[in-house]
Every structure is written in structure tokens, then in C-alpha cells.
């Protein structure tokens, strides 16, 4: 495998509707035709209900317009919610917390068991439809009311996503806004392609604090995203506590990439994290990095070492150099340490994973390199979780796949290991480095970001589908897609959403939606969100690609660059 220190050198440049009639569906007449993605004209594209409707990212499997009845959000709207069920009542008040602060409106959240008159519903019902899955819901825009139905409170929460896009771009204000609300008839029908939709944050390099973690969260799930990958150690920072070695965050958390005071997330901190995630249907998954990324735990404990001494807190951006030690003498002592962190980290994450890293390993001898995983990876299953681990370097240990989930972050779908791992009956999260990662570069004028692997505009990064990406491997066997962001050269908030948007919707949409769509329908339906970012105050990278509308193309100059 080349080293990316070799790429560094050798860089890389590199509306079709689907009506269905569902099993579940209440029956009902719903519009002639589906809705086609382009907007007629760009002040169209920021106001009517009907643009609103057209523009929806990611697009829904299904759309069709009712023309003629439109329903208006008043100040006498209330949001129904399943009399029954804790989790549309959480919805229920999610959606009202969205609608309150530009509508300046009471939106009382009340119970019920059909649709409300003058109300946006959530019903849970009975929904035996494979298709429409657990995430998937059915939404109806009538002259009476909004009813967004689905199996379970991850469709209900979809759907919410997809209703805040047809209301007005302004109800993205934080301040009450003078606008008619009003959302366009429609029966829509909406269900992910693939099940698994992720972005990671490296809060090694740079440490960030619990409140920013939940701006990123809210970030994500406005494209129907459903995991958070936490990247919480690296050789520049260890960022999570754990009580059996208090040293790690006493002094392996003291500095980051560029020398700063880095920082951890206790306990408390983290469960906070995974609550607000799972409020809003987001699954955490913490990751490890191991053997190799792991300076911060070396200069921290120094029995981890061969010599039996700490190294120096790292501060630069460099890989693969150090190792946990496996020799004879220190075997032991490392897997009861490895025991310890993901017993504790087990036992505070309900999700499903727990990401053992192990890429980059090139301080670390072969032989041992499988001689490790092969005894660490059991580990992870014995505390009932998942392994995630990094690959092509996970493969050479090849792993369990029963037990083990590889996330592919390499650059070549047609490699013979992967086809290899596939017939073993390996499952594939897909993040190629020159398509998903979201710390790359989009231009060489870009101003923060690497290069190493590829520079990736907004059009390569909605040029894949990750269902199909990798040859040889069979779509069932693929889980989804997580696009990464790495943060040697990213330090707030502002430089956060610069590289995330536009390219995570991208990314969001190629998992989520019917891959007929194309770069032309959805450059356009992108476009009608620059709006709702500005108005979100989220900072993002205008790209020359996108036909943004006149009103916000005059005021980028407002945005900041990072
Ligand atoms: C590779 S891809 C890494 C990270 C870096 C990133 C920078 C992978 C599993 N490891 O450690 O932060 O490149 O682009």
C-alpha cells in the first residue's frame, strides 16, 4: 500500500420520481404528475411553495404535487402528536423548537390519534413495508393540515427534515421573520437508499468542546445523516475520560496539533453528547486508534512503551510512527489497558460500535500488526459491541466478519483484498479518501484543508454512488457511506462548515436518495439551501459550481472565509 506521505507528492486531481403504492399507505388521491428538480427561475428558487417543493436535498423517492392546496402555518397551528408514543412527542417538540423562533408562533404540542385540523401530525403506525424501513414516512400537505406519518420516530424525524425544506428559507431565522407560511400540496413518499449515512469529527488534532459537537450534530441530520463517528484519540490528543487511567487525560489531553491546550470530553460531557445525538436519531460511535495514532496514550502511560519511557506530547502532523508495544515483556499490560478503555467506553455508548482505528500502522512489524488486531478485536465483541476498523490495513489481520465492520478509506474499489474480504462475508463502510474526505481541499486556492489525496469540488463529491462504488461487492454486503473530517488544519466552527458544506449533502443525498438523480437536478436543488445556511448562520464554501440564487451570490462577501 503506498504511504500518504508518497501521495503527498503524486496528488490525485482528479426529476426522476418513482411513484409506488406502498403497503401501508392510507389510500388517497394524490397529483397527476411527479415533480420535476429544476427551479424556473432563481428568485422561484428562494420563495414559492412550489420551488420548495422541487428542491428537497436529498431528494425523496417519490413526490407529487397537489396543486392548488397549499396549507399555511398560522399562529393557530398546533403539532399533533401520537397520543401513544414517547418518541413522536420528542419529535413533536423537536419540530417545535425548529418553527418557533422565526414564526414567533405558540405551536402548542398536543395529542392525538388522527390528523389535527389546522396541525402538522405525527402519526406512528403500523408499517410492515420493508421498503419504507424504518426511516422512511409518508407526508401529506393538504388545505386542512401537514401529516407526516411513519413506523418509528427515525421516519417521523426524516420527515421533519424534509417539511423544514419546504417552508419558506426563512424559517431558518432565529429571530421571528414576517413570512407566509406556506408549504406547497403534496404527497410525498421517503425512504434511505442505504442504512448507514455518517460523518466523523477528529477532535484529536482539534479538540472541540461539547457545544460545538451539537452544532455539528444539527448540521448533519438537516441532510438525514444518522451516525456520528467521534475520532476521540490521536497521537496529538486523547480526548475522552476514563477512570481506570486517569493519566490519559492528565496529561495526554494537554495539547493538540498545533500546541494548543487541547482538552476532554469527562464522562458527563460524553453521555451529553450521545443523548443529544440519540434525540435527534444519531448514533455515536467512538473510536480508539490503535496500534499506530496513539502518541497521546504512549506519552501518558509509559509501560505502553518498549522502553518503558514516555515520548513527548506530539504536536505536529506526521503518522504512523509509534506503536503500542507487543513484545513479550509488555503484552499483557497493553491488552489489560485496551481491556480497560473499551470496558469503560462499552459501557457509556448504547450504539452499536465501537471503532478500533488501526490504520496507518507503520511502526508496527506485520507479524505483530495481525498478532495484535487478532487478539484486541475480540475485545471489542466480548463488551457486545461492533468493531469498526480502518481498511486496507484492517484486512491483513482478517478479521471476523461476523464481528467487524471495515471502513474502507482507501482509493481503489477494484482492489483484490476487498473482493477477497467480500466472499469472506465482510460488510463495507465506504470513505474514499478522494471522494468523502471533508478535510480535503475543494481548489488549490482553498484556503484551509489538505491535498495530499485529491482536491474535491462539490461535483466530486456527489460523482459516486457508494452502493455500487466498490467492484466485485455486492450492494447488500455495502452498509453506507461516512465522510470524514479530519482537523490538522481545522479549528472552529466556522472552518468546520466551510469544508462540510456543500459537499455533505452530497454525500448525504448519494445515500439517501434514488441514484438516478444528477449532478444537474441536484447543483440546482443545492443551490435553494444557500439560503436557508445563510440564514442559519452556518458558514460554507460558495462554490462556482452551484448556481447559488442573485440574492445570496451579492452577499457572499459577507460570509467569512476562514
Ligand atoms: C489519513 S485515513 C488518516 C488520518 C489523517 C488524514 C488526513 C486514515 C484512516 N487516517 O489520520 O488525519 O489522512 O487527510
Known amino acids: 500500500m503506498l504511504h500518504r506521505t508518497i501521495l503527498r507528492r503524486a496528488r490525485w486531481i482528479s426529476s426522476v420520481t418513482i411513484p409506488l403504492l406502498l403497503g401501508c399507505s392510507p389510500s388517497h388521491d394524490v397529483g397527476e404528475a411527479g415533480v420535476s428538480s429544476s427551479a424556473s427561475s432563481e428568485s422561484d428558487l428562494v420563495t414559492s411553495p412550489e420551488a420548495n417543493l422541487r428542491n428537497v436535498v436529498p431528494a425523496p423517492v417519490s413526490v407529487h404535487s397537489r396543486a392548488g392546496h397549499n396549507h399555511t402555518i398560522t399562529s393557530n397551528t398546533v403539532i399533533g402528536v401520537d397520543a401513544a408514543s414517547h418518541q413522536a412527542r420528542h419529535v413533536g417538540e423537536y419540530l417545535a423548537s425548529l418553527l418557533r423562533p422565526a414564526t414567533g408562533y405558540a405551536l402548542p ?48 424525524f426524516a420527515g421533519v427534515q424534509t417539511l423544514r425544506q419546504l417552508l419558506p428559507a426563512n424559517i431558518e431565522s432565529a429571530k421571528p421573520v414576517k413570512d407566509a407560511w406556506a408549504v406547497a400540496g403534496a404527497h410525498i413518499i421517503d425512504y434511505p437508499k442505504l442504512e ?179 487478539r484486541v478485536l475480540p475485545i471489542v465483541s466480548r463488551y457486545g459491541k461492533t468493531v469498526i476498523g480502518w481498511d486496507p490495513d484492517l484486512l491483513k489481520a482478517k478479521p471476523d466478519p461476523k464481528t467487524t465492520l471495515i471502513q474502507y478509506w482507501w482509493i481503489t474499489p477494484t482492489d483484490d483484498a476487498l473482493k477477497a474480504a467480500a466472499k469472506r462475508g465482510s460488510k463495507f463502510l465506504l470513505s474514499p479518501g478522494d471522494i468523502t474526505y471533508l478535510d480535503t481541499k475543494y481548489t488549490e486556492s482553498t484556503p484551509i484543508g489538505q491535498n495530499w489525496m485529491a482536491l474535491i469540488e462539490v461535483k466530486d463529491a456527489y460523482s459516486w454512488d457508494p452502493a455500487t462504488y466498490l467492484t466485485g461487492v455486492p450492494t447488500s454486503q455495502i452498509v453506507g457511506f461516512e465522510a470524514p473530517l479530519w482537523t490538522e ?74
Open 109 to 156: 404540542v398536543l395529542p392525538a390519534v388522527t390528523p389535527l385540523h389546522d396541525g402538522i401530525t405525527l402519526l406512528l403506525r403500523d408499517c410492515h413495508d420493508e421498503r419504507l424501513s424504518k426511516e422512511g414516512y409518508e407526508l401529506d400537505v393538504d388545505t386542512d393540515g401537514i401529516v407526516i406519518r411513519a413506523a418509528d420516530g427515525r421516519g417521523l
Open 489 to 562: 488544519t481545522i479549528s472552529n466552527l466556522a472552518d468546520i462548515e466551510y469544508m462540510i458544506y456543500p459537499r455533505l449533502p452530497a454525500h448525504a443525498e448519494r445515500g439517501w436518495s434514488p441514484a438516478s438523480h444528477t449532478w444537474d437536478d441536484f447543483k440546482v436543488r443545492l443551490a435553494a439551501q444557500g439560503p436557508r445556511w445563510k440564514l442559519a448562520n452556518i458558514n460554507y464554501y460558495a462554490s462556482p459550481q452551484v448556481p447559488w440564487p442573485v440574492d445570496i451570490r451579492t452577499s457572499l462577501s459577507s460570509l467569512k472565509e476562514p
Open 196 to 374: 448507514f449515512r455518517g460523518a466523523m469529527l477528529d477532535v484529536s488534532r482539534h479538540f472541540f468542546g461539547v457545544d460545538i459537537v451539537k452544532r455539528y450534530i444539527d448540521d448533519i441530520v438537516r441532510y438525514k445523516m444518522n451516525h456520528l463517528h467521534l475520532h476521540l484519540t490521536d497521537d496529538q490528543g486523547w480526548r475522552i475520560q476514563i477512570d481506570a487511567w486517569p493519566q490519559l487525560t492528565a496529561i495526554g489531553s494537554g495539547s493538540d496539533v498545533v500546541g494548543g491546550p487541547g482538552g476532554f470530553y469527562t464522562k458527563a460531557d460524553y453521555q451529553e453528547i450521545v443523548r443529544y445525538a440519540a434525540s435527534r436519531h444519531i448514533t455515536i460511535i467512538p473510536e480508539i486508534d490503535m496500534p499506530a495514532h496513539i502518541n497521546a496514550a504512549l506519552a501518558s502511560v509509559p509501560k505502553l512503551n518498549c522502553n518503558d519511557r514516555s515520548p513527548p506530547l506530539y504536536t505536529g502532523s506526521n503518522s504512523g510512527f509509534p506503536s503500542l508495544c507487543m513484545d513479550a515483556a509488555h503484552r499483557d499490560f497493553v491488552i489489560k489497558f485496551i481491556d480497560d478503555v473499551v470496558r469503560e467506553l462499552a459501557k457509556i455508548t448504547p450504539g452499536p460500535y465501537i471503532h478500533l482505528g488501526g490504520d496507518e500502522a507503520q511502526g508496527t512489524a506485520l507479524a505483530d500488526y495481525i498478532a495484535f488486531e487478532q
